[in-house]
């Protein structure tokens, strides 16, 4: 793992950006707010996850706009609201958001299919290369 230097790394204080992040994704996602609210509800039913504090427990389209503010830092998703976020909006911007300054990024299964073969590809392509030189030597 890289260490990030103290001054050259980018800021680790992502809350604005995965708010711009989600507040794209909600207006991209083709469901009006209401509908994303009630898409939400409906996945922390299914999957037993409880969205907000309070008596409920269920989130309110005010309490969304919160969210999808980025200059309110004072209402944010907690970390397991946020799954069911990128689940209902079907996008992964927020979380790409949150662990780009740590220089990863977020991709999707076919891409890890893509990326394994290349690993295994160029490993390939080594051990050849290898084979070659030590053939060459005999």
């Given amino acids: 793992m890289k260490q990030l230097g103290l001054f050259s790394a980018p800021s680790l204080n992502v809350l604005g950006a995965v708010k711009e992040r989600m507040a794209a994704a909600a207006s991209e996602c083709g469901l009006s707010r209401a509908l994303l609210c009630d898409r939400m509800n409906e996945l922390a039913d299914r999957y037993g996850i409880c969205l907000v504090g309070g008596r409920s427990g269920r989130l309110s389209p005010d309490t969304l706009e919160k969210w999808l503010n980025p200059v309110d830092r004072e209402h944010f998703p907690s970390i397991k609201a946020l799954p069911v976020f990128v689940a209902a ?37 080594e051990a050849s290369r290898r084979l070659k030189k030590l053939e060459a030597e005999l």
């Fill in 89 to 125: 909006v079907q996008d992964t911007g927020a979380v790409q958001e949150m662990v780009a300054p740590l220089g990863w990024r977020v991709i999707d299964e076919q891409d890890a299919r893509l990326l394994q073969w290349a690993k295994l590809y160029h490993s390939a392509r």
